[in-house]
C-alpha cells in the first residue's frame, strides 16, 4: 500500500521560505509516476501546486510558479516543496500525492494526511 | 477563482440521489477527463471518480460520474451519512497549462 507522509516546521515568518519534505513508503519514486503537491487555505478549496516526475521533470502552477520549487531525493524516496517569499495568504493544509499520468489520465491517487502550515511573525 | 464551478451546497435524506455538477470550458472539462474527490471532515481528499466515470476498487458503486461537453456531474445514489463530506471536481486545463479543482460541493444529509 502506497504512503506518503509529509513533514517540516508548522510556522513560517512572512517573507521567509516554506519547506515541506514528503517520504513515500511502499512504492519507489524511481520506479515512477510523477508526485505532487496540493494546498487548502483554512475554509477554502484545493489548489495544485506542481509536481515532479522521479528523473526531476517538473511542472507548476503558473500563478505560484515564480515562488515554488521541487525536488526530489530518489535515495531517501522523497520530494520536497519550497515556496519562497510567503506571506498570511499561503496559511494553508499542505498535502502531498502520487500524480498519475498515463495518456488523457491525470488525477492523484494517493495523498498524505497533510500538514497545516502557518504563515506569521 | 477556480475555472470549473460547482453548487456550494447539496442535500438529501438517507437513500435518496443527490447530483452534483460541475462547469467549466473547452480548455479544460470540454478535451480532458474529469475525476471527483471527496473530502470527510478533518481529512485528506480521497479519489472518487477517476476519468469521467470510472470508480477506483473500493469505491461503493452507488457513486457515478458522467459528462457532457463542457460539464460533468457526480450522483450519489441511496444517500448514506457516511456520504456527509466536500466534494470537488477536478481536471487539467490545457489553457492554465495546470491541475484545476472545482469550487467545491458540500454535501449533508438531513
Known amino acids: 500500500q502506497v504512503q506518503l507522509q509529509e513533514s517540516g516546521p508548522g510556522l513560517v515568518k512572512p517573507s521567509e521560505t516554506l519547506s515541506l519534505t514528503c517520504t513515500v513508503s511502499?512504492?519507489?519514486?524511481?520506479?515512477?509516476?510523477?508526485w505532487g503537491w496540493i494546498r487548502q487555505p483554512p475554509g477554502k478549496g484545493l489548489e495544485w501546486i506542481g509536481s515532479i516526475y522521479h528523473s526531476g521533470s517538473t511542472y507548476y502552477n503558473p500563478s505560484l510558479k515564480s515562488r515554488v520549487t521541487i525536488s526530489v531525493d530518489t535515495s531517501k524516496n522523497q520530494f520536497s516543496l519550497k515556496l519562497s517569499s510567503v506571506t498570511a495568504a499561503d496559511t494553508a493544509v499542505y498535502y502531498c500525492?502520487?500524480?498519475?499520468?498515463?495518456?488523457?489520465?491525470?488525477?492523484?491517487?494517493?495523498w498524505g494526511q497533510g500538514t497545516l502550515v502557518t504563515v506569521s511573525s | 477563482q477556480s475555472v470549473l464551478t460547482q453548487p456550494p451546497s447539496a442535500s438529501g435524506t438517507p437513500g435518496q440521489r443527490v447530483t452534483i455538477s460541475c462547469s467549466g470550458s473547452s480548455s479544460n472539462i470540454g478535451s480532458n477527463t474529469v475525476n471527483w474527490y471527496q473530502q470527510l471532515p478533518g481529512t485528506a481528499p480521497k479519489l472518487l471518480i477517476y476519468s469521467n466515470n470510472q470508480r477506483p476498487s473500493g469505491v461503493p458503486d452507488r457513486f457515478s460520474g458522467s459528462k457532457s461537453g463542457t460539464s460533468a456531474s457526480l450522483a450519489i445514489s441511496g444517500l448514506q451519512s457516511e456520504d456527509e463530506a466536500e466534494y470537488y471536481c477536478?481536471?487539467?486545463?490545457?489553457?492554465?497549462?495546470?491541475?484545476?479543482f472545482g469550487t467545491g460541493t458540500k454535501v449533508t444529509v438531513l
Open positions: 477536478a481536471t487539467w486545463d490545457d489553457s492554465l497549462n495546470g491541475y484545476v
Open positions: 511502499g512504492y519507489s519514486i524511481s520506479s515512477g509516476y510523477y
Open positions: 500525492a502520487r500524480d498519475l499520468r498515463v495518456r488523457a489520465l491525470r488525477y492523484f491517487d494517493y
